[in-house]
Nanobody
Framework: QVQLVESGGGLVQAGGSLRLSCSAS????????MGWFRQAPGKEREFVAA????????YYADSVKGRFTTSRDNAKKTVYLQMNSLKPEDTAVYYC???????????????WGQGTQVTVSS
């Protein structure tokens, strides 16, 4: 069982930066891969990035590669999504998740945070 609490959303101007945080808890949280998804109104949920608790592997969607960076702090049991050079099309509710592998399909992620709104103005 994994519990996830997400924070850090807000309103920023295009070209700005924002960092999302996702704190994990539960006795088995380290067995999971952490993923980031986003969903804009009227659109399907979209994979953004993923990171393992151990090792160096990360994965990014093409739409955010080079602009977003996901990282972790194992001592704090927290993963981060650093979002730079934000664009209006990045506007969405962002969700952190815990899954069985670094995968783009949301069905592979078993636990979800509550979501945080990111709005990028033009």
């Amino acid at each position: 069982q994994v519990q996830l609490v997400e924070s850090g959303g807000g309103l920023v101007q295009a070209g700005g930066s924002l960092r999302l945080s996702c704190s994990a808890s539960g006795r088995t949280f380290s067995s999971y891969v952490m993923g980031w998804f986003r969903q804009a109104p009227g659109k399907e949920r979209e994979f953004v990035a993923a990171i393992r608790w151990i090792g160096t592997g990360t994965y990014y969607a093409d739409s955010v590669k080079g602009r977003f960076t996901t990282s972790r702090d194992n001592a704090k049991k927290t993963v981060y999504l650093q979002m730079n050079s934000l664009k209006p099309e990045d506007t969405a509710v962002y969700y952190c998740s815990a899954g069985r592998s670094i995968a783009t399909g949301q069905d592979e992620y078993d636990y979800w945070g509550q979501g945080t709104q990111v709005t990028v103005s033009s």
